[in-house]
């Protein structure tokens, strides 16, 4: 690997002149930069499935932002502290707190928990 970011084979690193990069010829100094960079970059621009929704595809190093504001990412009530166990799509979250009576209750609960603090 040179510090262009490229990788190079074993054998080419051997042959290869200690003072430039055999591909794009820039003097080499310093440090290399580390031969799991470029694989690092690759896997990162690979395009993987959103697990809320396999129609999604996102780079796999922008998974965890889009995870983060997905509409079909599963996530918990905001009442889970309380008791409350059910999971949904962030889309449908809305609608579950309108019901759920965990919930509802949560401004009191909060309140309490804060004067008992």
Do not use: W
């Amino acid at each position: 690997h040179g510090v262009c970011g490229r990788m190079l084979c074993g054998l080419c690193l051997e042959k290869m002149p200690k003072d430039s990069c055999p591909i794009c010829r820039r003097p080499l100094h310093g440090d290399l930069a580390p031969p799991q960079a470029p694989i690092i970059r690759m896997l990162g621009d690979l395009r993987v499935h959103c697990p809320g929704n396999a129609e999604h595809r996102v780079a796999r190093s922008e998974l965890e932002g889009h995870i983060r504001g997905c509409a079909d990412s599963a996530v918990p009530c905001t009442a889970e502290a309380f008791g409350c166990g059910y999971r949904c799509a962030r889309r449908n979250l809305a609608a579950h707190t309108t019901i759920c009576v965990l919930a509802q209750a949560l401004p009191a609960f909060e309140r309490i928990r804060a004067e008992h603090s």
